[in-house]
């Protein structure tokens, strides 16, 4: 048997550093109370914005599904066939986004992943935003292209790295909402300088589908840019509250997807109730603009409250509200004293924040009474008198 006494050095030297991370088991589904740590918890660390991972809609579609088509779709499509609730889906979200066509992925970080990798090669500059998501970051590292990292949402920078590029094909990629901080990327300029350079845009809108745009239909539609973004992927497990990821383009895109990009060639396709709950999640989102509007009233009450007990929220513009705190172990402490007090807001430390980044990150769901509002507000208040925040 090998040696691996060299784990727990790394892990002791993770905790010096006020790093270690520990998996906080729940109760239940992703409601905005559930049971943790033996009492009821309300629940502000959800990507669940719309209230829909527990919605009896998505649950009755699971259900009809697997009674019918079974559990899973036995291996990658290109094996095993694709089912019909797969091509129903990706035409109803090609529909949804204004494309003409849609790709199923298995997670985002697997979509982000095989986009890059398949289409930046050598040659090729990737321009990339400093605070992309951890998937954009290692699909660039995998990619056989050159990467650039521009300052975050610095449209000067940007221009300044697009003039200097004499690669063949530049591919500018950006979160359209960043997912640590609330701030929506400045597509328009994006697209602006993209055209001048003669660049491509791709925009992963993970946290922006469902909730971004007069019908929820993500970064595009909330800049009236609908149908000027060569490459997007969003996500079906955040405000959609299922599992899984798109990609979506032109049929062109879509096709080279299918036949060169080996994270969709390589893993078994979703489970054929994930897609029936995506397409029932789809309905909601048309037909329900009000849980989108409940999500926003409840994101400004609360950073609005936040604010005015001087906490620092950042850039936030979205119902993703950083508490920006800085200092690791005093982030953690403020993180215990919540939980104590029946909120769970979790701790942000590097390196899923920059150096000196840590944070309380919350994130508000419609589903929010404004009852739960005010009881999170209340032990914000406390905490960070007792230690100093504010």
């Known amino acids: 048997m090998g040696d691996l006494t060299f784990l727990a050095t790394a892990l002791e030297a993770i905790k010096e550093r006020d790093l270690y991370r520990q998996l906080r088991p729940i109760q239940g589904a992703q409601s905005p109370r559930v ?216 049929q062109d895109l879509i096709d080279y997807l299918i036949n060169c990009c080996r994270t969709f060639m390589y893993t078994t396709a979703l489970p054929p109730a994930i897609a029936a709950m995506a397409l029932a999640a789809l309905d909601i989102v048309e037909k329900e603009p009000q849980r989108r509007q409940s999500l926003w009233e409840n994101t400004g009450y609360f950073r609005t409250g936040l604010q005015k007990m001087d906490f620092d929220t950042g850039m936030s513009e979205t119902p993703i509200c950083p508490v920006l705190i800085k200092d690791n172990a005093l982030t953690m402490e403020a993180d215990r004293r919540l939980m104590a007090r029946g909120i769970f807001v979790q701790g942000l430390r590097p390196p899923t924040v920059p150096p000196r980044g840590s944070r309380l990150r919350a994130t508000l769901m419609a589903t929010h009474t404004e009852e739960d509002l005010n009881r999170a507000l209340d032990a914000f208040r406390e905490v960070g008198r007792e230690l100093g925040l504010i």
């Not at 975050?152 to 200097?164: G, P, S, V």
């Open 35 to 250: 049971q943790m740590e033996g009492k009821e918890v309300i629940l502000l660390s959800s990507n669940n914005y719309l209230g829909l991972a527990e919605h009896p809609a998505l649950r009755e579609a699971g259900i009809r599904t697997l009674e019918r088509y079974g559990c899973g779709a036995g291996a990658s499509r290109s094996i095993s066939g694709t089912m019909e609730l797969h091509r129903a889906l990706e035409e109803r979200i090609a529909r949804f986004k204004g494309c003409e066509a849609a790709l199923l992925f298995s997670t985002g970080y697997m979509a982000n992943m095989g986009l890059l990798t398949t289409l930046a090669e050598d040659g090729d500059v990737i321009v990339s935003d400093e605070f992309n998501h951890a998937s954009i970051v290692d699909g660039c590292r995998l990619s056989r292209a050159e990467v650039w990292v521009y300052r975050h949402r610095d449209m000067d920078h940007l221009e300044t790295l697009l003039r200097r590029s004499a690669h063949r094909r530049r591919l500018i990629v950006t979160d359209g909402v960043f997912s640590m901080e609330g701030a929506i990327a400045p597509l328009p300029e994006i697209r602006r300088l993209a055209d001048q350079y003669g660049a491509l845009v791709m925009v992963d809108d993970a946290h922006a589908t469902g909730v971004l745009g007069k019908g929820g239909r993500g970064t595009g539609e909330h800049f009236g840019m609908t149908g000027r973004i060569e490459i997007q992927m969003g996500t079906l497990g955040k405000a959609l509250g299922g599992f899984g990821a798109y990609v979506v383009g032109t």
